[in-house]
Each structure stands twice: as C-alpha cells, then as structure tokens.
C-alpha cells in the first residue's frame, strides 16, 4: 500500500539558512500535519491543512511557514535556522472526518550547524 | 490543555515477559486514544486505536483498553519478542471540526533481550 512520502529524508543546513521540506500524502487523503521530534523528545503538533486551507495550527516559530499545494502535497519552509531547528519532522496524513487515523512518514531528519 | 502521561523508561525486559507500560491522559470532550511505535530510524507507525470508552484497540498481540473512569489506556502484551524492542508513544486525538491533531506522551523505549 502506497505511504505518506517524506523528502529529503536528510538535510544538513548552516544557521542562517533556509530549508524546504516536502511531504507527499497518500493518495485521497486530504488532511496534512507536521510534527517536530527533538532528540529524545516526543513529537510536537506544529501546522496541518485541510483541503489545502490551514486547519489548525501548534508550537510552530514564525520563521516557519507551510502550505499545502492543489495536489495535496505539503511543504514547510523554514527560515533562517537556529541549532535548535535540528529535529525530526514528520509528516503525517489522513482522510478528512472525526477519528480517521494519522500515516506517518518516514520523517526528515534536519541537521543545523 | 490536554496531555498525556507515559510511563518512564527505559523498560527492558526478557523474551516471552508479559508487557505492560501505562498511559493516562487528561483531556476534556471524548479524545481518541492511539499507540504508535518507532523502530530505530524510522518513523511513527500506528500500533492500535481506540475511539470510545471501553473499546479495546489490539494488533500484533499488542492490547489496550480505553478506561474513561481511570482516564487510562495501558499497553499491555503477554509475551514479548527480541523484535519489539522499540519506543513506543502514547497519543490522544481530539476533534476539530474533522481535523484531528495528536498530542503524544515522552515515550517508553522497551528492549527485550534474548
């Protein structure tokens, strides 16, 4: 069965500079979240969309912003990155409606230097 | 807010031990209740769910029952594998007009050994 696609699965950043993250949902779902995983740490709400409108929104910076494009991928753009930027985020997927479960992705995995 | 309180790790135990790692929650309204679990270097894989009170959520000889008067939803398995060694993460669910954020627990590694 197809799965929620998560690129890059790696990146290496300095501080200052800017990284995009991108998330491709399964296939018919229209809801879209991010999640931010420090080491050791849970993984923290941050942004989600809804048929392509933001939906809700958690502990998200301002320097970070996201959408959700018409073919329901997501992107978050993260801006001038801090050592404490470095984390796993996932992205995870679903089906609009109450109670339908959350995919995750693999998660990419953010290195700030 | 709402939130979820996990059993603290690590947890390590014998193959074919009897697992049990405790989860309560505090949340108002009628949260859905999920175990995700994440091997080393992946990602969150859902393990089971449950939606209502006294639902049982079970999958891989994983089992959890949704208490709603113990505010509790422990993750319990008879008889553990070397393969389950993992972190495993308690979350709730609360509605949004249809939209579902998680919010999860600290995690509980387990490592079972041979």
């Known amino acids: 069965a197809a799965g929620v696609i998560q690129s890059p699965r790696h990146l290496i950043k300095e501080k200052r500079e800017t990284a995009t993250l991108k998330c491709y949902p399964i296939?018919?779902?229209?809801?879209v979240y991010w999640y931010q995983q420090g080491p050791g740490q849970d993984p923290q709400f941050l942004i989600s969309?809804?048929?392509?409108?933001?939906?809700d929104k958690g502990s998200i910076p301002d320097r970070f912003s996201a959408q959700q494009f018409s073919d329901y991928h997501s992107e978050l753009n993260m801006s001038s990155l801090e050592l404490g930027d470095s984390a796993l985020y996932f992205c995870a997927s679903k089906r609009g409606g109450a109670q339908e479960t959350q995919y995750f992705g693999p998660g990419t995995r953010l290195l700030v230097l | 807010g709402d939130s979820v309180t996990q059993m603290e790790g690590p947890v390590t135990l014998s193959e074919e031990a009897f697992l049990t790692i405790n989860c309560t929650y505090t949340?108002?309204?009628?949260?859905?209740l999920f175990w995700y679990v994440q091997y080393p270097g992946e990602g969150l894989q859902l393990l089971l769910k449950?939606?209502?009170?006294?639902d049982k959520g079970s999958n891989k000889g994983f089992e959890a029952t949704y208490r709603k008067e113990t505010t509790s939803f422990h993750l319990e398995k008879g008889s553990v594998q070397v393969s389950d060694s993992a972190v495993y993460f308690c979350?709730?669910?609360?509605?949004?007009?249809?939209?579902?954020?998680?919010?999860f627990g600290t995690g509980t590694r387990l490592t079972i050994i041979p």
């Open positions: 949340a108002t309204g009628y949260p859905s």
């Open positions: 979350a709730l669910g609360k509605a949004n007009f249809g939209n579902e954020k998680l919010t």
């Open positions: 449950a939606t209502k009170a006294d």
């Open positions: 296939p018919r779902h229209d809801t």
């Open positions: 969309f809804y048929e392509k409108m933001q939906s």
